[in-house]
């Protein structure tokens, strides 16, 4: 079939694996059927032959369980569309909870499932016994039961997928190694094969484990890596029965199948053991590893204390394979930052097969439509750094990564492995200041600290956690008297030359054509509306910008300004994120505080809110901006790096006359969410406009030149928003909000709520949410938010429920 190669195609999807087949059957589903798919063996090879051919529906966030409720609803009519076999079976699932956070855990997925429709059940141990005779339930207290999962065979849904993209006229070439991808710095333009050059107006790579490799020779970050994977297929299960569900026991890391007569189990344990670590080798297609039984032993002795029939049943076959694994467990999809149509979907971390149907879906629709089709922010490619693809760092990771499909998903909860990577320049004082530090984005950041007589460690749970009350403590001190924030991970750009006014305003929702010294807080939309980017935006000078953002979008951000840059405009973009550290000083006692290591004058009438000057601190010259993201006076103290070091020691040796406290990025969280300050990722994303989001108020429509997504505002101002972002505070201080909450008003569920923390000044929890057909009034006692099963009677406003009239940030 080589010779059959065509020179050119629409779409070049490499690796033939039940992903790139389920791309190909979606684009072809779209109209485009000049769709090349290249496998460098055998459809299935490598990983999706050997999957345990789970098909499981709930997932951890809202739209990760859509994607995985529409691959339920294919596989049930692919057999029938295509006639190929698929193996498909909907038996249901039941997952076991032997712990109490466990079972909050479940809870809470069960109430989520609410927002969309999808059945799950909470059940009791009787009830987990009738629908499972086989297990032995003497340490579980209870679990969830969702009807429609199943499972099927995936080497034939990976064929049936192939059948389909073929009718509709994608062409699929096996034994065909892609060598090279070939571009011109800027966009993709074809592939090389060991049977010639085939160029490509799009690529797609969907190369499971030698994704990393392929990705990396043409600068594109994918980091991944494989691990062991363990099952064991036991025959002559006494009491087996087709019909049994899908068993999931994650307390003790392990699944159990019906599998052709026999019993499958699995496992994801902790600790597992990464593969591959100097390459695979050329010839590896279907093949198995040697594996080590007494790696899995353990998790095998607690399957057998579950399923106790399983100590007189034979074991039929003992297999390890390789699976490829992410630094934070979550896919990889979406066009790349590096080149224009260099799309991506890879490390789907042994949960391929009941991703496949949705992956293709969105990623077939993103091709098309040039932007992804729902927010898919959490699995989106360009959220890696370049760091991540660092083998050393990936084999550290994936070995915590793998264990975490079944984990406990505690909130706050911290990676304990590839630790150190990135430190701000004043991490060791910090760190004995008392800080705990969590992992963000490879930054060490203080998420709280400790007084002199605790450990600054954490101790998990749904409730509330060992650092509640001393997060508390920086809360109040922020509101009170002044607190100090370590806030060097924020994404830092330098856009300069003379064009860069003109290219920034048409950017930026928001008018940034100020006076030097001025800040401008703003968001960059797409054409649609909705917002793709967060932030503040400072003039240096007539030529010169500083845009500040969240570390989590450093190259998203990065990259939809370059992207948006004209080729023919005179400005140069630089990320100067590790130039500078960040100290905050915030809090109504900021001012006394600053002005007494300062000859400057900061009073307000000197420094109004919302203005950057240079300041003499210390030895060093600083850049102090006057803004905030806590509702309070402050100011963020911009430091070149080989500074930062003295102009800590500068404030904390100050500090202590204005009762200076460190605060760390649980305290931050409270205290913006307080406020109703707004979080991209969480509270707004692509799919959410300033109207919606109540940012209107940073948006200039009568601006000289317009700005992007403009045309998408005046329509939408015209025809009036259908969903609206409401800040809501549950009336018992008792229950605790993180996200997915249901928002319930009378017997509809109108939103769910997406990001809550306690607010300690309002003295309950709050969570930011969207409401739909909310109309003008939000009634102020109509709502609900249902809590792992139960409703509570929630405090709803369209205003910050601190401080609205922002009369502190102005002191």
């Known amino acids: 079939m080589a010779a059959d190669l065509p020179s050119h195609a629409r779409v070049v999807i490499v690796g033939g694996g039940v992903i790139g087949c389920s791309v190909a059957y979606h684009l072809v589903k779209l109209g485009w059927s000049d769709v090349v798919l290249l496998e460098r063996k055998q459809l299935t090879s490598g990983t999706t032959w050997h999957a345990a051919g789970l098909v499981g529906q709930l997932r951890q966030s809202i739209n990760m369980t859509r994607l995985a409720r529409y691959t339920g609803e294919l596989y049930r009519g692919l057999e029938a569309e295509t006639g190929q076999a698929t193996g498909y079976r909907q038996c249901g699932s039941l997952s076991l909870a032997s712990t109490a956070g466990r079972m909050e855990e479940l809870k809470r997925s069960a109430s989520m499932a609410k927002v969309f429709g999808l059945p799950v059940h909470v059940v009791s141990p009787g009830d987990i016994r009738s629908l499972y005779p086989l297990a032995n339930l003497d340490d579980v207290i209870g679990g969830i039961h969702i009807p429609s999962d199943g499972y099927a065979n995936a080497v034939d849904i990976t064929q049936a997928l192939a059948k389909g993209a073929r009718a509709g006229g994608a062409k699929i070439f096996q034994d065909v190694k892609v060598t090279s991808i070939h571009h011109d710095g800027r966009r993709v333009s074809g592939v090389q094969t060991e049977h010639g050059r085939l160029a490509a107006d799009y690529i797609v790579l969907c190369g499971g484990m030698w994704t990393r490799d392929l990705a990396a020779s043409i600068g594109v970050t994918v980091p991944l890596h494989a691990c062991e994977h363990y099952y064991v297929l036991f025959k002559d299960v006494p009491g087996l029965q087709p019909d049994m569900p899908v068993l999931r026991d994650y307390d003790h890391c392990s699944y159990f199948k019906y599998d052709a007569g026999k019993l499958l189990v699995g496992a994801f344990e902790p600790n597992a053991r990464p593969w591959g670590m100097d390459g695979i080798a050329e010839d590896f297609s279907f093949g198995e590893i040697a594996g080590d039984f007494t790696h899995f032993e353990p998790v095998l002795l607690d399957a057998m204390r579950r399923v106790p029939a399983l100590e007189h049943a034979g074991i039929q076959k003992f297999f390890c394979g390789p699976e490829s694994f992410t630094p934070d467990v979550r896919y990889h999809l979406g066009e790349s930052a590096e080149l224009k149509h260099c799309f991506v979907a890879a490390g789907l971390n042994s949960i391929g097969l009941q991703s496949a149907g949705g992956v293709g879906k969105v990623v077939a629709e993103w091709i098309r439509d040039g932007h992804p089709p729902l927010d898919l922010w959490e699995v989106d490619v360009r959220r890696n750094m370049p760091f991540q693809i660092n083998r050393k760092y990936l084999r550290a990771r994936v070995s915590e990564s793998l264990g975490l499909l079944y984990a406990t998903h505690w ?202 000057r240079v300041i003499e601190l210390g030895y060093a010259l600083v850049r102090a901006s006057r803004i905030t993201y806590v509702g309070e006076l402050g100011w963020e103290l911009y430091v070149p790096t080989e500074f930062l070091q003295g102009v800590y020691d500068e404030v904390i040796g100050a500090g202590s006359g204005y009762g200076l406290v460190h605060a760390g990025y649980h305290a931050l969280n409270s205290l913006r969410i307080e406020k109703a300050y707004r979080h991209w990722g969480h509270d707004i994303t692509d799919e959410d406009t300033p109207w919606e989001a109540g940012l209107g108020f940073a948006v200039k429509l009568d601006k000289p030149g317009g700005f992007i997504g403009r045309e998408a505002l005046l329509k939408q101002r015209q025809s009036g928003v259908r969903k609206r972002l409401v800040q809501f505070r549950l009336k018992s201080p008792e229950p605790l909000l993180y996200h997915n909450e249901p928002i319930w008003r009378g017997d509809s569920i109108v939103g769910f709520v997406r990001s809550g ?41 369209l205003r910050p429920m601190y401080d609205p009239k922002n009369e502190r940030i102005k002191l």
């Open 411 to 612: 909130p706050f909860r911290q990676y304990e492995t590839a630790r150190g990577v990135r430190k701000s320049a004043v991490h060791d004082r910090l760190a004995r200041a008392g800080a705990c530090f969590g992992e963000a984005f490879g930054w060490e950041r203080a998420n709280w600290y400790a007084p002199a007589d605790v450990e600054p460690a954490y101790a998990y749970s749904y409730g509330r956690q060992n650092w509640f009350e001393h997060s508390a403590r920086e809360h109040r001190a922020v509101r009170g008297g002044v607190g100090l924030f370590d806030q060097s991970s924020f994404a830092k750009f330098r856009l300069e030359g003379a064009d860069a006014a003109r290219v920034l305003n048409q950017i930026s929702a928001n008018d940034v054509n100020v006076a030097p010294g001025k800040i401008v807080y703003t968001q960059w939309l797409n054409e649609r509306g909705g917002i793709e980017a967060d932030l503040t935006v400072t003039r240096l000078s007539e030529a010169a910008y500083l845009i500040v953002t969240g570390a989590e979008t450093e190259i998203k951000d990065f990259n939809w300004l370059q992207r948006h840059i004209d080729p023919q405009a005179h400005c140069v973009l630089t990320n100067v994120t590790s130039a500078m550290g960040v100290l905050s000083l915030m809090g109504p006692r900021a001012r006394e505080l600053l002005q007494s290591i300062t000859p400057d004058d900061v009073s307000h009438r000197a420094f109004p809110f919302a203005t950057s």
């Open 757 to 797: 923390m306690y607010a300690h000044s309002l003295g309950g929890a709050v969570g930011l949410g969207y409401v739909t057909e909310a109309g003008d009034a939000i009634g102020a006692d109509d709502y609900e938010i249902e809590v792992a099963g139960v409703r509570h009677a929630a405090s709803a406003s």
